[in-house]
């Protein structure tokens, strides 16, 4: 299994960025999906989570309403669209993968190396 994350940057409060997370080694269209975030000096924080099939998807309070993930099985890629960006923001995101099929109460056994999204 392979996660690799893409799309970080250094950006100003209210602009955006949108995060990719390239999957392989397993069956990508058959696992829950989700992104996470670690601030410097903090802990990780849960982000979001998607279905298999794109159906439903949940958030954080800290993030609803200004990030949308979303993924195309066709391509193996999971995304995080971060849009009105804050400088509490600013973190290491992650994707990982769930084997067990819930948004409530997911299992993540693998994890990406991050990609660093800094707003100042």
């Known amino acids: 299994v392979q996660l690799v994350e893409s799309g970080g940057g250094l950006v100003q409060p209210g602009e955006s960025l949108r995060l990719s997370c390239q999957a392989s080694g397993f069956t990508f269209s058959s696992n829950y999906m989700g992104w996470f975030r670690q601030a410097p000096g903090k802990g990780v924080e849960w982000v979001s989570a998607?279905?298999?099939?794109?159906?439903?998807?949940l958030y954080a309070d800290s993030v609803k309403g200004r990030f949308t993930i979303s993924r195309d099985n066709a391509k193996n890629t999971l995304y995080l669209q971060l849009n009105s960006l804050k400088t509490e923001d600013t973190a290491m995101y992650y994707c990982?993968?769930?084997?067990?099929?819930?948004?409530?109460?997911?299992?993540?056994?693998?994890w990406g190396q991050g990609t660093q999204v800094t707003v100042s």
């Open positions: 998607i279905n298999s099939i794109s159906s439903m998807t």
């Open positions: 990982a993968k769930s084997f067990f099929p819930s948004l409530v109460n997911p299992e993540y056994d693998y």
